[in-house]
């Protein structure tokens, strides 16, 4: 049995501008992927294509035993896209919350509508998942009524709800206020104590260093680096690597 998931020589070019070019990485079931990188560097672009909101142009994702080839010029059927997407809950840096459903519907949307699961047994899932990052006192109230911080943890409970084999993170924190930024972290650290296999672009290197078991870093469409993050973010080999890790010091 291989890692629970498998990229191959991804590639993924918009308006002739190559983003991806060709990136192969693997996880462990139970791991943390930690992606990093300058703006522009491609890491958004390869969590959108593990969840197929891009359509790589090349290469072959596989999450469990579900995998999706790609090819020039080759049509991503919808099922065939939907089932892969099945397979992984996405948080995004913007909430992305409907504003109309309360936070409980928000969170029991996803099991009833697309997988179809009772209503009654969605609820009860919903509800534990909220006490589980800390809401259970919120389900009623709707998204603008909560912090961001708030809605960001909703947002995971939401991509927890329909089960999936692997959870991605989006810059979680980045659109936060500084103050919110580490409840969130918190949420996600007991979700990686708890063994969920997580896929994380960020720029909170101390989250890296402390619940990553692997780091890559990306330039131009390129894994540059990639290793624990003792090795990546404390002892960086390539040139490229540690002048990111050095703007990023004087940033902070």
Do not use: C, Y
Not at 45 to 53: A, G, I, P, Q
Not at 97 to 114: D, R, S
Not at 132 to 161: C, H, M, N, T
């Amino acid at each position: 049995m291989g890692p629970l998931l498998q990229v191959r020589g991804l590639r993924k070019a918009f308006d002739g501008h190559e983003v991806l070019r060709g990136i192969d990485a693997d996880a462990e079931a139970g791991t943390v992927t930690v992606l990093i990188g300058p703006s522009g560097s491609g890491k958004t672009t390869v969590l959108r294509s593990l969840n197929v909101l891009e359509v790589p142009d090349a290469g072959s994702i596989r999450i469990g035993d579900v995998g999706l080839d790609f090819a020039p010029g080759h049509r991503v059927g919808k099922r065939a896209a939907a089932r892969l997407r099945a397979q992984s809950g996405m948080v995004f840096q913007n909430h992305n919350l409907f504003p109309h459903l309360t936070v409980l519907g928000n969170v029991m949307e996803g099991p009833v509508v697309v997988q179809r699961r009772p209503r009654e047994e969605a609820r009860a899932d919903a509800l534990a998942l909220l006490e589980r990052v800390g809401l259970s006192d919120k389900a009623e109230q709707f998204p603008f009524q909560l912090s961001g911080g708030q809605q960001q943890r909703v947002g995971i409970a939401r991509a927890l709800a329909i089960r999936p084999e692997l959870m991605l993170f989006d810059e979680p924190t980045s659109a936060l206020d500084p103050e919110l930024v580490g409840e969130v972290l918190a949420v996600m650290r007991d979700l990686a104590t708890e063994g969920w296999t997580m896929v994380v672009v960020t720029h909170e290197m101390r989250f890296a260093r402390q619940v990553a078991d692997q780091v890559l870093f990306l330039d131009g469409g390129v894994i540059v680096e990639r290793g624990a993050p003792s090795a990546v973010l404390e002892q960086p080999r390539q040139e490229r690597t540690r002048r990111f890790l050095r703007l990023l010091g004087e940033a902070g």
